[in-house]
Structures are given as C-alpha cells and as structure tokens.
C-alpha cells in the first residue's frame, strides 16, 4: 500500500547523542519534506528536497541535516542531539506543481 | 513573499452551530489553496483544495481573490469535526513548497 513511513516513532535520547529519523515513501512522489511542530501549533519546514540529490534548508533554522540518494528516502540526522531539540518531526511528500501533501504520522523526539 | 495568516488560534462551538475558519493569504498572482486537518492522535492530511470545488465532511472553502480569502465554512458542526485545521498555499513564486498557516484549533462542544 502507498504510505509514507516514518521511524522512530517515539525516541527519547541523551544530549550530545547522534539520532538518524528515518522516512521512507512508496508513493513514487519526486518532493519530500521534512516539518518541525509542537503539539497543536505551527509547521515550521525545515528541510525539502526536489528529487534524488537535491536538498534545500527551509524556513526554520536547523541543526540537522538530510540527504536524498534514493527517491524513496528521506533520512533527517541530528549529529548532536540538544534539549531545544525535542519536538515532533513530520516527513511529507508530493508529487509535482501544486498537488497535495501526505505526511507521515511524525516522530517524536525527547532529548533529555 | 508569500503568507498564510489564520487569525484565530482557537474556536469554540456548539454542536449544530455554524463554523467558519479564516484563512487569508499574501500573494499576488494565482495560488493554489489547501485546508489540511488533524485530529486527535491522527496523521495530518488534506480535508479540501480550492481546485476541486468540492465539499468534504461538510465543509466546503471559497477561493476570494479580491480579498485574498480562503475561510473554511460548515453549516452544522459535529464533535467529531473537533480537529487542528491548517490553512496552506502553494505558488509558483514560491517553487510550489507550500506555505502553512499557524493551524486553528477547532472545538465543537455537545
């Protein structure tokens, strides 16, 4: 079935940890996302990618980084995981000009 | 640059009542508009876009470009229309990645 999947969905890590989040599409879409938000409260993109080695940083300043080798693919790495970092992360993607989004069910991060 | 500006952080209703949920947007040429919705420990997902002048659940939404307006409207609410609803615009100026409004929260009351 076409789905976007996002692993972990719940991870709580020590500061100063290194976290990959996982997200993976079979949705065969070329655009993937990735969002921070806060319970009930604003998406803030953070990073986004037009296909396959393309990746751009989003309107939110982040600490992480992405890479896009495969289209299917879309992981986030946090190489040193803060407080200020705990939040819940949500993977997207889309097809081509203008068309719909479908998320992931998100991943929650605690950094403690 | 473009914008999305949902004013209302929360609404509350009554069930039955009629609910509409603001969204306006900046942009000067032609947007495509979008109402994404979350509901209580549910992925986000698209309720209606502007293009497909349909209704879902309901809920119908009006593209006004004179006043650069996209508001959510249902005539009757139901609890279980209780959700998060973002507002979203999506534009060739801005490479098609859209823009998300901050959400409104919406509460229907028995």
């Known amino acids: 079935e076409a789905d976007i999947y996002q692993t972990p969905r719940y991870l709580v890590i020590g500061t100063g940890k290194k976290i990959t989040l996982e997200c993976s599409q079979t949705m065969g879409h070329d655009k993937m996302y990735w969002y921070q938000q806060d319970p009930g409260m604003e998406l803030h993109l953070i990073h986004y990618?037009?296909?396959?080695?393309?990746?751009e940083k989003g309107d939110l300043s982040s600490e992480s980084t992405v890479s896009r080798i495969r289209t299917e693919h879309f992981p986030l790495t946090l190489e040193s995981a803060r407080p200020s970092h705990t939040s819940q992360y949500l993977c997207a993607s889309s097809t081509g000009v203008g068309n719909t989004i479908y998320f992931g069910e998100g991943s929650w991060l605690t950094v403690v | 640059a473009q914008r999305v500006t949902q004013p209302e952080k929360l609404l509350s209703v009554f069930k039955g009542a009629p609910v509409e949920l603001k969204c306006n947007y900046s942009?000067?040429?032609?947007?495509?508009l979008f109402w994404y919705v979350q509901y209580s420990r549910q992925r986000l997902q698209l309720l209606l876009r502007?293009?497909s002048r349909e209704s879902i659940k309901g809920f119908t939404a009006d593209l006004n470009k004179g006043e650069t307006s996209f508001h959510l409207k249902k005539p009757f609410a139901q609890e279980e229309d209780s959700a998060m609803y973002y507002c979203?615009?999506?534009?060739?100026?801005?490479?098609?990645?859209?823009?998300f409004g901050r959400g409104t929260s919406l509460i229907v009351h028995p």
């Open positions: 502007h293009i």
């Open positions: 990618s037009y296909g396959v080695n393309s990746t």
């Open positions: 942009y000067s040429g032609s947007p495509e």
């Open positions: 979203a615009l999506s534009t060739s100026g801005g490479s098609y990645i859209p823009t």
